[in-house]
Antibody, heavy 120, light 111 residues
Framework: QVQLQQWGAGLLKPSETLSLTCAVS??????????WSWIRQPPGKGLEWIGE???????NYNPSLKSRITVSLDTSKRQFSLRLTSVTAEDSGVYYC?????????????WGQGAQVTVS | HSVLTQPPSVSGAPGQRVTISCTGR?????????AHWYQQFPGTAPKLLIY???NRPSGVPDRFSGSKSGTSASLVITGLQAEDEADYYC???????????FGGGTKLTVL
């Protein structure tokens, strides 16, 4: 059974860099059938896609965040990470990591538990 | 405004049928990009409910069904149950924005 476990700093000051990591257990991590994504949810609001990376380390980022985002992969540790620079209060919210199905793009079938990030 | 537009709320009595709409544009559904639906309970991660317009992952009851036509998609829940009370989000790829976009979400209340 696939499990995604995520962690990272929860309280940041404006202009700092957000760093989150997601560890994947169970299932394949390097299989071309999957890609790895980050999605966030501001307090009381809806979901926003942040970015994704595949097994070839090809990335795709939300254009509105692209200048500040880096998503990376560490296959030896079965982990992928998110860095978001120059954070502001608008970056506060719950951040989720998720597994996407390359055979059904947009189908995120496994999610991390979420990480609360507060910028203040 | 969201590129994918959902009603903020819908409601229905137990046993009834409810429909949640997701109105898109030529740049997403109109281009052929598929609709996906997610269910989210308060304080928990979203769960994939429908993918590829009409497909249910294993374990999702057949009370949930999805469809897409033109620039709109719909999620239909039949035989409504109290446990269905949650937030529902549609998702698609938008070619103009070059990224995935979620609808604003719909809160389902079971009366």
């Amino acid at each position: 059974q696939v499990q995604l476990q995520q962690w990272g700093a929860g309280l940041l000051k404006p202009s700092e860099t957000l760093s989150l990591t997601c560890a994947v257990s169970g299932g394949s991590f390097t299989d071309s059938d999957f890609y790895w994504s980050w999605i966030r949810q501001p307090p009381g609001k809806g979901l926003e896609w942040i970015g994704e990376i595949n097994h070839n380390e090809d990335t795709n980022y939300n254009p509105s965040l692209k200048s500040r985002i880096t998503v990376s992969l560490d296959t030896s540790k079965r982990q992928f990470s998110l860095r978001l620079t120059s954070v502001t209060a608008e970056d506060s919210g719950v951040y989720y990591c998720a597994r996407g199905l390359a055979t059904n793009l947009g189908a995120f079938d496994n999610w991390g538990q979420g990480a609360q990030v507060t910028v203040s | 405004h969201s590129v994918l537009t959902q009603p903020p709320s819908v409601s229905g009595a137990p046993g009834q049928r409810v429909t949640i709409s997701c109105t898109g544009r030529n740049s997403n559904f109109g281009t052929g990009y598929e609709a996906h639906w997610y269910q989210q309970f308060p304080g928990t991660a979203p769960k994939l409910l429908i993918y590829g317009n009409t497909n249910r992952p294993s374990g999702v009851p057949d009370r949930f069904s999805g469809s897409k036509s033109g620039t709109s998609a719909s999620l239909v829940i039949t035989g409504l149950q109290a446990e269905d009370e949650a937030d529902y989000y549609c998702l698609s790829y938008d070619g103009s924005l070059s990224g995935w976009v979620f609808g604003g979400g719909t809160k389902l209340t079971v009366l």
